[in-house]
T-cell receptor, first 113, second 110 residues
Framework: NAGVTQTPKFQVLKTGQSMTLQCAQDMNHNSMYWYRQDPGMGLRLIYYSASEGTTDKGEVPNGYNVSRLNKREFSLRLESAAPSQTSVYFC????????????FGQGTRLTVV | RKEVEQDPGPFNVPEGATVAFNCTYSNSASQSFFWYRQDCRKEPKLLMSVYSSGNEDGRFTAQLNRASQYISLLIRDSKLSDSATYLCVVATDSWGKLQFGAGTQVVVTP
């Protein structure tokens, strides 16, 4: 049982390049999330999807777009990467119907130069 | 003001000792509370949920004080393997959107 799988694990981008972070979960969860983690800031919610077909902005959505491709997959796209987007990105999923445990992927370490 | 605030530490704890730390939250309508553990450069994992009456899980005890809007975590008989960052997590929506604190680092020394 893989849980939540993120790809890639590491990425270096040049300023202005675009890329998509992929996330898939095999736990049949309805809710999926994208967080970024910066030193001293904790995890900040970028976007979330409460169910297939819906997405909503979180705390720091600027510069990102998301797609809930199906129940399993939730991707995060950087259209024009900036150095301020250098961070560790985590995808997570949880069951719907009230606050429950969130399961995280292993993270993507992104550096924008 | 951050919605969830934690003392970043580090809390340096001798092996076998007890350590406790708090987390404060700003939204009085917060509904659920958790402690997550994060090892260096790894993903966060649920340590325990925090219930209104307080709860224990082995050497770990969590407390919730709604009146003062804080939760606490106490670790007894600390082990070297307890060295990690402990994230305070608060759910402010009914469907479970989670707000994370920046974490409290605990370092257990021999």
């Amino acid at each position: 049982n893989a849980g939540v799988t993120q790809t890639p694990k590491f990425q270096v981008l040049k300023t202005g390049q675009s890329m998509t972070l992929q996330c898939a979960q095999d736990m049949n969860h309805n809710s999926m999330y994208w967080y970024r983690q910066d030193p001293g800031m904790g995890l900040r919610l970028i976007y979330y999807s409460a169910s297939e077909g819906t997405t909503d902005k979180g705390e720091v959505p600027n510069g990102y777009n998301v797609s809930r491709l199906n129940k399993r997959e939730f991707s995060l796209r950087l259209e024009s990467a900036a150095p301020s987007q250098t961070s560790v990105y985590f995808c997570a999923s949880s069951e719907v119907g009230g606050p429950t445990e969130a399961f995280f992927g292993q993270g993507t370490r992104l550096t924008v130069v | 003001r951050k919605e969830v605030e934690q003392d970043p530490g580090p809390f340096n704890v001798p092996e076998g000792a007890t350590v406790a730390f708090n987390c404060t939250y700003s939204n009085s309508a917060s509904q659920s509370f958790f402690w997550y553990r994060q090892d260096c450069r790894k993903e966060p994992k649920l340590l325990m949920s925090v219930y209104s009456s307080g709860n224990e899980d082995g050497r770990f005890t969590a407390q919730l004080n709604r009146a003062s809007q804080y939760i606490s975590l106490l670790i007894r008989d600390s082990k070297l393997s307890d060295s990690a960052t402990y994230l305070c997590v608060v759910a402010t929506d009914s469907w479970g959107k989670l707000q994370f604190g920046a974490g409290t680092q605990v370092v257990v020394t021999p």
